[in-house]
């Protein structure tokens, strides 16, 4: 079975300053991606980044990237910049890579980032 | 329109009630998602419905029945809920191709907020 695990309930970070939201995984899938999702207010989940896990290089998108250890089994979303309309939840979520199949996607409970002016 | 629509935003029905949730999606994917987002618990897949086939049931209570009459719209229908089934609930669409396609990235509406008394 996959598990994400994200500790941090809340973060704040100043506006302009770089945030580190940690998440780690478990899976005994040979192959499997990582995404992180932001959730602001409004409640629609929006697709940040995403890496994979055959990946050599971590991701990254814009002032997004993806700092990816795989022995330790940890996909930590990194947030450059920090601007107010960060704030939100952030969620981590994997789903295996198997062909054929439905790679549905398990989530972590998510952190709530607080961007201060 | 584009992406995925949810209506209504909003819904608050009785325990012995009939209603139904609509979920849209004009981004041409093949796979349909339901999701329930309960306050302080990761997001729950529900079902999956892939060329209109569903693919995935996640053990889901019978009051809980989706319908899929094409890769473009899905629907939750509720019936004899209870007050802890009160929740947002998500849908999403993709496509799933395996891990020789890459990712397969969700892109979600903005849900529904049921509340059930």
């Known amino acids: 079975a996959q598990k994400i695990t994200q500790t941090q309930p809340g973060m704040f970070v100043q506006e302009k300053e770089a945030v580190t939201l940690d998440c780690t995984y478990d899976?005994?899938?040979?192959?499997?991606?990582l995404f992180w999702y932001k959730q602001p207010s409004s409640g629609e989940m929006i697709f940040l980044i995403y890496?994979?896990?055959?990946?050599?290089q971590n991701a990254t998108e814009g002032r997004y990237s993806l700092n990816f250890q795989k022995a330790r089994k940890s996909a930590n979303l990194v947030i450059s910049a920090s601007q107010l309309g960060d704030s939100a939840m952030y969620f981590c979520?994997?789903?295996?890579?198997?062909?054929?199949?439905?790679?549905?996607?398990?989530f972590g409970k998510g952190t709530k980032l607080t961007v201060n002016p | 329109e584009t992406g995925v629509t949810q209506t209504p935003r909003h819904l608050v029905m009785g325990m012995t009630n009939k209603k139904s949730l609509k979920c849209e999606q004009h981004?041409?994917?093949?796979?349909m998602y339901w999701y329930k987002q309960s306050a302080k618990k990761p997001l729950e897949l529900m079902f999956v419905?892939?060329?209109?086939?569903?693919?995935e049931n996640n053990s889901v209570p019978s009051r809980f029945s989706p319908e899929c009459p094409n890769s473009s719209h899905l629907f939750l229908h509720l019936h004899t809920l209870q007050p802890e089934d009160s929740a947002l609930y998500l849908c999403?669409?993709?496509?799933?191709?395996?891990?020789?396609?890459?990712?397969?990235?969700?892109?979600f509406g903005a849900g529904s907020r049921l509340t059930v008394l």
């Open positions: 999403a669409s993709g496509n799933p191709g395996g891990y020789l396609s890459g990712a397969n990235v969700l892109t």
């Open positions: 899976t005994s899938d040979p192959s499997y991606g």
């Open positions: 890496q994979g896990s055959y990946d050599q």
């Open positions: 979520a994997m789903s295996p890579l198997t062909q054929g199949g439905s790679e549905k996607l398990v």
């Open positions: 981004l041409g994917h093949n796979a």
């Open positions: 419905y892939n060329f209109k086939e569903q693919t």
